[in-house]
Every structure is written in structure tokens, then in C-alpha cells.
């Protein structure tokens, strides 16, 4: 996956860099619309693929909201508006990610398959995922693993919220959607207990992660985040290059090296427990 990072004038800055990034990554462009609307097809690592996501700005001054609402279609036709009216769409304003109208530093991956990007606005950090699982199937049985990830579901508030804003990683609330194998959405919900139907990102030592430690010549354990359902009966697919870690003797931005292959650590949103912080594959 490539990796670029650098520091955006604002939210709107963001999204053209996102832009730019993606097109020199195997992506290509639908629409954009005066850095308030992208939309995205990437075409796969074999270049034969057609994945749909988009971008769209929500702005609300007088509160300090300068947000992205994401989502993803089976396909793509000129001319609607909003970006969620495009073909079987994941939902206007279901998966949003909660910036500001200030210097943004990020950090961001992709391929041809999925991009990802994490900004830090003020003192949290912000998550986006636009693109496809790696799912334990082949393409015949799940064609369109898309999944569409951020920090939230509310497009009206702000950055600061400490209330449905949670990376899509963390299970903490509504902050992501998935395509499943029979076309139709659904949320990423987390870990409502007693309901089964629910979809969530887990790990494989999920339930044990605010305990983890490091090994004792100071290593760190990556964990490899994947979206299932809430039993973890049916695993969707893999959250490509994410990782749980622990955030023992750990804290924002470190650099974990693994097997000569580099990761940044970031938490969850604002939260700083052991249990509340990821790795991204930067190469």
C-alpha cells in the first residue's frame, strides 16, 4: 500500500488531498465538486474492478461542525445529489468522520482496493475507511465486500463530542457500514449484548485487550482487526493493514516496526486506556 502524510489547511483541503492520493492510486474520479463532493471508483489491484465511494462535506459555522459524510454504491450515474442517491447507496449521513476548518496533520494508505486515513483534529483523531474487506471467501461468494468506515452516524456535531465518536475499529458505537454477501447494508453497530444480528470489528483477543501488555523483550502484539457479526459465527472480511495494540508504555503517533514493516499507533478518538488504541500499516 502506498503511504502519504502531511498536514491539510482544513476539512475541505483534506478531501482534495484524499483526491490526489487516491488517483495516483489506482482509483479513479465520478465527480468534484468544489472539494464539498468526491466521488471515487477504485478499480482493484488487477484493475479490473469497479468500487464506488464517496465523499460529501456537511458545514453548520455557527456550531463548529465541518464534517465528511461517507458512503459507498453498487454503482454510479451522473447527475445525483446527494452523493447516497447514487445506485443500492449505503445511506446519506449514515458513516461520518468530524473535522474542523483549521490545519489538519494526517496520515494516509491505499491501493486499489481501499483507502484509509487518519487525522488529527486539535487533540483526537479522526478515522476513515472507503473500499473493500479482505474477506475468507472467494469473489463468487462475496462479490462486493465493501465497507464504509468513520466515527460516527450524527453529521451534527462537532469533533469534540465524547458520545457516538468512535472509530469504526473500536466498537463503541455506529460508525461504519458493510455490504453483505446478499447486497444489503448494514451497520456497523458494535457489541450490543444480546443481539446477535448486530455486525462489529473485532480482533482475535478482542475481549482481553485492556489487559495486554507487551512481550518481555518489549515487543507489541498486532492484532488484526475484522468486521464480523456480533458472535463472531461469520467473519466478513479483514480490515487490510488495522490492528489492535496495546497502549502500554504506548501513545499517539509511536512507530512500531515489525518484520522491517513499519506501523503508527493511534488511539480511539480521545481515549488513552491500554485497550483504546490501533496500528496502521504505513508500508
Known sequence: MA?????????????????????????????????????????????????????????????????????????????????????????????????????????????????????????????????????????????????????????????SATSGNSGFWANNNVSGRVCLPGGNWHDNQGTTAGDTSNIASYSYNYNNRANILTAQDGTYLLDQIYVSTYSRTNILGAVEGLFRVSGYNNSAENIITADGVNYMVFPDVYRTTYGDYCAMRLN
Not at 84 to 94: H, I, R, W
Not at 135 to 150: H, K, M
Open 3 to 159: 503511504y502519504t502524510t502531511g498536514t491539510a489547511a482544513n476539512y475541505k483541503d483534506l478531501i482534495a488531498i484524499l483526491r490526489s492520493f487516491a488517483l495516483a492510486n489506482g482509483w479513479d474520479e465520478m465527480e468534484w465538486n468544489s472539494d464539498t463532493r468526491l466521488y471515487l471508483k477504485g478499480k482493484g489491484l488487477a484493475g479490473l474492478d469497479e468500487i464506488y465511494c464517496g465523499v460529501e462535506t456537511y458545514e453548520d459555522t455557527v456550531n463548529n461542525r465541518f464534517n465528511w459524510k461517507m458512503c459507498g454504491s453498487m454503482s454510479y450515474r451522473t447527475g445525483r445529489s446527494p452523493l447516497a442517491a447514487q445506485p443500492m447507496s449505503s445511506g446519506d449521513g449514515k458513516v461520518v468522520s468530524y473535522f474542523w476548518n483549521a490545519a489538519i496533520p494526517y496520515w494516509m494508505v491505499a491501493d486499489g482496493r481501499r483507502i484509509m486515513a487518519v487525522a488529527k483534529v486539535s487533540t483526537v483523531y479522526q478515522f476513515v475507511h472507503l473500499g473493500l474487506l479482505t474477506p475468507p471467501a472467494t469473489d463468487t461468494q462475496y462479490p462486493y465486500p465493501l465497507y464504509i468506515g468513520g466515527c460516527g452516524y450524527k453529521q451534527d456535531q462537532n469533533y
